[in-house]
């Protein structure tokens, strides 16, 4: 193999990309392991309200219980296995019941009745309530954990932030936990989620493929990596008005936003499956749910002040500036996604020298998987 010059280095191999034994492995000590932002706190509206959402291997049903906590639990009957709820989201009136055998869960879950319990009269039902999963909500999301001793969601979590923008003052200034979800779009991308992550961290694609984008920020038309720099938001161009499509005026600038974030905008990773995108009007969170080695499921949320969202404010100009970037990123990532088996990168592919942070992104990973992945 040819040595390479000193201004590239090497990706991770193809078969990090495509191998299903790697992502089971991805599944186990990545997103089984850390903290994982799960709902839109808000979704959880009232007691009994319920979302299932996919983490690692395991179905999390996430739950409002009558104390107004959110709470969240395996996705799974503690009598013979059967999924709870196959829905994405609903809403009960006080419990759970398995339409198996009709053991039932209060909002707690607290096994509270079965089918001839008095019958049973060994059976622990403190022993038998549902699993509970650690919640932590944060940026007006639930943020859970599979681990049983959950790792420091300050260090893990507020730390990505405090990483990228120097400090967490900078993004409380969004109240992004006050924010209403002015806009949902739900993207099924057929590829490996670590191809998501690096095409989000880099912009030596820009010019290539973001039109709109580099219009609205021209710095990023010569790829700067703004995630590369500590506290850097990208400055709007000259004539640009707004994060809008076309570069006009967008909506209420969000009241805490301070001056010198104003027209500018920053983009922060928490690993392993959040995007954070600030503008001085509105938030766009990216939240992935990896299901396969080349498939994964994007939730992206445009986040705007209530009183915005309620009043109708026409949203399209904001929403579409990133949603044509989402549609450009996955379609890219779609074009690696068969690749990656491919003998041609059976050894990977190589990082330019603007591309190089990349490269601890890889070496996280790795460190993750351990000596097992080798």
Not at 51 to 65: A, D, I, K, M, N
Not at 77 to 87: P, Y
Request: aromatic content about 10%; proline content about 5%.
């Amino acid at each position: 193999m040819t040595a390479l010059p000193p201004s590239l280095i090497s990706t991770l191999p193809g078969g990090y990309y495509a191998d299903e034994g790697v992502f089971a492995l991805e599944q186990a000590e990545i997103f089984e392991s850390m903290w994982f932002c799960a709902v839109r706190a808000a979704e959880l509206d009232r007691p009994g309200a319920f979302r299932t959402v996919q983490v690692g291997r395991e179905s999390v049903l996430l739950t409002r219980s009558r104390d107004g906590s959110i709470r969240a639990f395996l996705n799974v009957c503690r009598h013979r296995g059967s999924r709870l709820r196959t829905e994405e989201s609903g809403q009960v009136k006080n419990a759970f019941s398995c339409p198996y055998h009709a053991w039932t869960y209060d909002l707690e879950g607290r096994l509270i009745a079965a089918p001839n319990l008095t019958r049973m009269p060994g059976l622990d039902r403190s022993g038998y309530g549902l699993v509970n999963v650690h919640v932590r909500e944060w940026l007006g999301y639930a943020w859970v954990c599979l681990a049983d001793d959950p790792p420091s969601f300050e260090a893990d979590v507020v730390g990505e932030v405090v990483t990228r923008l120097g400090a967490e003052e900078p993004i409380r200034n969004y109240g992004i936990d006050e924010l209403a979800v002015g806009r949902r779009i739900v993207y099924d991308v057929k590829a490996n989620w670590k191809l998501v992550v690096e095409n989000f961290m880099e912009c030596y694609h820009c010019a290539t493929i973001h039109p709109e984008l580099t219009e609205v920020l021209p710095e990023f038309a010569d790829g700067y990596a703004a995630q590369s720099f500590v506290g850097h938001g990208a400055e709007f161009g000259e004539e640009v008005r707004g994060f809008t499509v076309d570069g006009s005026e967008g909506v209420d600038r969000i009241p805490g936003v301070s001056e010198d974030q104003d027209r500018r905008y920053y983009a922060i990773t928490v690993k392993p499956q959040v995007f954070i995108n600030l503008v001085p009007d509105h938030v766009i969170i990216h939240r992935m749910f990896p299901l396969a080695a080349g498939r994964t499921i994007v939730e992206c949320d445009w986040l705007f002040r209530e009183d915005v969202v309620g009043r109708g404010t026409d949203l399209g100009p904001s929403v579409e500036l990133f949603h044509r970037v989402n549609l450009q990123d996955f379609d890219a990532c779609e074009r690696c996604q068969p690749a990656m088996g491919s003998r041609a990168y059976a050894r990977g592919g190589v990082l330019v020298p603007s591309e190089h942070h990349i490269g601890e992104f890889h070496a996280w990973v790795l460190g993750r998987l351990g000596a097992a992945s080798a």
